[in-house]
């Protein structure tokens, strides 16, 4: 097979919540230890840290990576969704996984795990731990990819375990309340293994403090500590940040949600340094060097680990932006930070899947844009009419395209250099535009 026919086959012939919602969703992890054991446990040749969470862990991922790689490791990443290509989803050191890789693994191993009929996602776990395990990385940034108790990346025992908020999502699989979310995204907390929760309210913190006693786990709250002191967006296109003990430091990612991944990723930071790992940004003598080292990793983030999808400027004059948040609690902050941009006229390009809390996105689109309603390439996608339906109680004012291509060709076709033109509303919006910019 080539390359193209084998991520086709892995697409289509292996269920995929991605691609068909919950029914795709394979619960528990028998099939992911069948898979474990026949690789020889790969996932025990190399350290792990575990990032779960509703909104976030994708950028923290990002960021937790760069700092790691520009310590001198040899750093796995594996994310989920892809954009554009499937080996966006495994990469070592930024260096996506070879499409040899790929093929290779799926028509070798085809007689071993066919009979067992793995999920997309377990088996694209198996090949990432693999494949880690073969290249000798020295540490694996693994993002959960739905919930955490129950997800296939759970095997591992992680040096750091990291939530970073909990909000309503995903409730037909993980449960209709704070509560039981907080509960199955805590699954990840392993004995001894420090937590670190990046944001958290009353009702998740009494989740997370029982989980972490009841496995002897050193719990820490990034939004207790407060490292990040100040954030302002520069002029350059940077956020620039004041940290209590990183002193000043640019970073190219942007959103206005940035500054609370930020925190959490210097609070990990140091409990990494604590365990041996890192730099030691405590000690003054070595407060400069890691401090250049961390600068360096936060400002170059995208070109050192690949990262694309967040508040990402793809051209300018017209400036147009994408950003992949998709519910409730990632709009809160886009809708309020597109409101404010300082523009002649914004157009905003706008999808959603069915399974998510549309009316409630919609209350935080702002009302001073013009719409091109469309949907994204999945048989999840809600339909573009509908979305106009919806818009129409809120004052949205918009019209229906049936693509992501045709809609924002419809806005290009009536921006001026001095507007704006946003793409968002689900990841397959974001990555169907993506794949014919890139």
């Known amino acids: 097979m080539t390359y193209q026919e084998t991520t086709e086959y892995l697409f289509s012939q ?3 919540y991605e691609k068909q919602g919950s029914t795709g969703y394979k619960e528990g992890l028998d099939t992911t230890l069948k898979l474990d054991e026949h690789f020889g446990h790969p996932h025990k040749n190399f350290r792990s840290i575990h990032i779960a969470g509703t909104n976030g862990k994708g950028s923290l991922s990002h960021l937790i990576a760069a700092e790691l790689q520009v310590s001198g490791y040899r750093v796995g990443l594996y994310t989920s969704p892809h954009l554009v290509d499937f080996r966006e989803r495994i990469r070592i050191n930024g260096t996506p996984i070879d499409e040899d890789y790929v ?19 377990e088996l694209t776990t198996a090949m990432a731990f693999k494949y880690f395990a073969e290249k000798h990385v020295d540490i694996a ?18 040096i750091l375990s990291i939530i970073t908020n909990i909000s309503l999502d995903h409730t037909q699989l993980l449960g209709n309340t704070l509560e039981q979310i907080a509960y199955e995204k805590g699954g990840i907390i392993k004995p001894g293994v420090p937590i670190v929760i990046g944001e958290a309210t ?69 409990r990494l340094v604590e365990r041996g790992y890192l730099s030691d940004c405590i000690e003054e003598e070595n407060k400069r ?11 170059n983030v995208t070109k050192i680990t690949g990262f694309m999808g967040r508040w990402q400027t793809i051209r300018e004059n017209p400036r147009v932006i994408c950003d992949t948040g998709h519910n409730p609690a990632a709009w809160t902050y886009l809708g309020k930070q597109l409101a404010n941009l300082k523009c002649h006229e914004l157009h ?22 013009r719409y091109f309603f469309t949907k994204g390439s999945t048989k999840r996608a809600f339909p573009e009419t509908s979305l106009k339906i919806f ?16 809609a924002y060709e419809a806005a290009m076709q009536g921006a001026t250099s ?21």
């Not at 108790?149 to 759970?154: A, G, I, Q, Y």
């Not at 060097?289 to 400002?299: G, H, L, P, R, T």
């Open 391 to 406: 818009a129409n109680q809120f004052d949205l004012k918009g019209e229906c395209y049936p693509t992501v291509s045709e």
């Open 103 to 121: 093929v290779k693994f799926v028509e070798q191993e085809k007689e071993f795990y066919e009979p067992l009929k793995p999920s997309f996602f």
């Open 141 to 158: 940034v693994v993002e959960v990819g739905l919930g955490g108790r129950l997800d296939c990346t759970n095997i591992i025992t992680p």
């Open 289 to 299: 060097i890691i401090a250049e080292e961390m600068s360096n990793a936060f400002k």
């Open 14 to 16: 292996t269920p995929s």
């Open 418 to 438: 001095e507007d704006v033109i946003f793409i968002g509303g689900s990841t397959y919006v974001v990555a169907d535009f993506l794949k014919t910019r890139i």
């Open 348 to 369: 905003i390009v706008f999808g959603m899947v069915e399974d998510k809390d549309v009316y409630s996105v919609m209350s935080l689109l702002p009302k001073n844009a």
């Open 202 to 270: 009353p009702e998740t913190r009494v989740v997370f403090d029982a989980l972490a006693a009841e496995k002897n786990a050193p719990i820490y709250y990034a939004e207790d500590e407060q490292e990040i002191t100040s954030a302002e967006n520069t002029e350059d296109g940077y956020i620039h940040y004041k940290a209590v003990h990183l002193g000043e430091f640019d970073c190219e990612l942007t959103g206005e949600y940035q500054p609370h991944n930020m925190n959490t990723a210097v609070v990990a930071m140091h």
